[in-house]
T-cell receptor, first 117, second 113 residues
Framework: QQQVKQSPQSLIVQKGGISIINCAYENTAFDYFPWYQQFPGKGPALLIAIRPDVSEKKEGRFTISFNKSAKQFSLHIMDSQPGDSATYFC????????????????FGQGTILTVHP | KAGVTQTPRYLIKTRGQQVTLSCSPI?????VSWYQQTPGQGLQFLFE???????NKGNFPGRFSGRQFSNSRSEMNVSTLELGDSALYLC???FGQGAEKLFFGSGTQLSVL
């Protein structure tokens, strides 16, 4: 019930194209869904995050689409650039009954994105 | 503003030894979380500390432990190292308790021989 499944494992996109990464979760108690970007030799960096009360959130070229009924969310990277080549992780966390989460992110397995120039 | 600092960057140990990893959070951040990253298992939550108290723990054996000091700096310790403990250990900090807006360090790469 704690799993987050991410696909695809790897993705190759041409410069200027759209990159789409999908995640599915099982635990309906999850209420915070971030996406992280990781470059080799670095820790993950928060890209964008969404809560289930909205269906879409956009920040620059990055958009999260959220489907609560399907328990799925996805990351869209518009106008993909070679500098976007990295590993992307979706994640999810839940709040306890008192509304305070405990810092536990459940991560997907990651997607290696390669953007060709 | 300095980011999350983890030391050492690389560490080589042998089976049976113990190791201590250090994490200095972003100034003003009071919560520190630890994650293990391996190619096979991905990113897995180890534990979270807030105001020197462990608030949550992942599914790791008791050989993995941690603590947080009054200045919010944190250490994690792994005793009786096993080959399978080889991993990148990541520390993340946030201002408040919880999983939102976590800032990760670059990690400590531990190799157990």
């Amino acid at each position: 019930q704690q799993q987050v499944k991410q696909s695809p494992q790897s993705l190759i996109v041409q410069k200027g194209g759209i990159s789409i990464i999908n995640c599915a979760y099982e635990n309906t108690a999850f209420d915070y869904f971030p996406w992280y970007q990781q470059f080799p030799g670095k820790g993950p960096a928060l890209l964008i995050a969404i809560r289930p009360d909205v269906s879409e959130k956009k920040e620059g070229r990055f958009t999260i689409s959220f489907n609560k009924s399907a328990k799925q969310f996805s990351l869209h990277i518009m106008d993909s650039q070679p500098g976007d080549s990295a590993t992307y992780f979706c994640a999810a966390s839940r709040n306890n009954a008192g509304g305070t989460s405990y810092g536990k992110l459940t991560f997907g397995q990651g997607t290696i994105l390669t953007v060709h120039p | 503003k300095a980011g999350v600092t983890q030391t050492p960057r690389y560490l080589i140990k042998t089976r049976g030894q113990q190791v201590t990893l250090s994490c200095s959070p972003i100034s003003g951040h009071r919560s520190v979380s630890w994650y293990q990253q391996t190619p096979g298992q991905g990113l897995q939550f180890l534990f979270e500390y807030f105001s020197e108290t462990q608030r949550n723990k992942g599914n790791f054996p008791g050989r993995f432990s941690g603590r947080q000091f009054s200045n919010s700096r944190s250490e994690m310790n792994v005793s009786t190292l096993e080959l399978g403990d080889s991993a990148l250990y990541l520390c993340a900090s946030s201002f408040g308790q919880g999983a939102e807006k976590l800032f990760f360090g670059s990690g400590t790469q531990l190799s157990v021989l």
